[in-house]
């Protein structure tokens, strides 16, 4: 039940989060997770994995932080506490 309340609730941003991303991650994978807070029942996130295969780490985190002040910090708290995003390197790197 509270994985579905959250995927609906959710599921406006996660439609328009590709398309944020890619403006600053145009050619990383993106990956959605639904990963359940084991403190809280009934509790989860929906977390994009920015799959980052050919950038440097300081470039990643420049871009990441420009992705969060240019739309995350957008997204209303109740959005956020549910939703984000996070960088991950692949094996291949």
Known sequence: MALLFVVLFLLPVVLEAPVQI?????EQRLL???INDPEI????HLVVSIILTDLAPDE????EDELRKNWSRGLSHEIREHF???LEYSDEF
């Open 84 to 86: 984000y995003t996070i």
């Open 22 to 26: 890619s403006h600053y991650f145009p």
């Open 41 to 44: 029942p009934n509790y989860v």
């Open 60 to 63: 990643a985190m420049d871009r």
């Open 32 to 34: 959605l997770q639904v």
